[in-house]
């Protein structure tokens, strides 16, 4: 298993997102599901960046600005 930092630009605004996934296939439809979710209405995604992945063990983590 893997942690991918994403940069999500969106129609108003660009957004930070972790997910934990095997691949970078599988993370894009999480990425996608998990925003769907989190909005009432579904955004407009522009793109979705893959900026970091690390493999995930304990201990790992990202530091957001």
Known sequence: MFL???EVSLAD???ALIVMGDNDEEVMRE???HL???YVV???I???ALIEKKRANKGTAYVIE
Do not use: Q
């Open 36 to 38: 769907s979710k989190y």
């Open 4 to 6: 991918y930092k994403l």
């Open 31 to 33: 990425a996608e599901m």
């Open 13 to 15: 605004k660009d957004v």
């Open 42 to 44: 579904p955004p407009e």
């Open 46 to 48: 522009r793109e979705i």
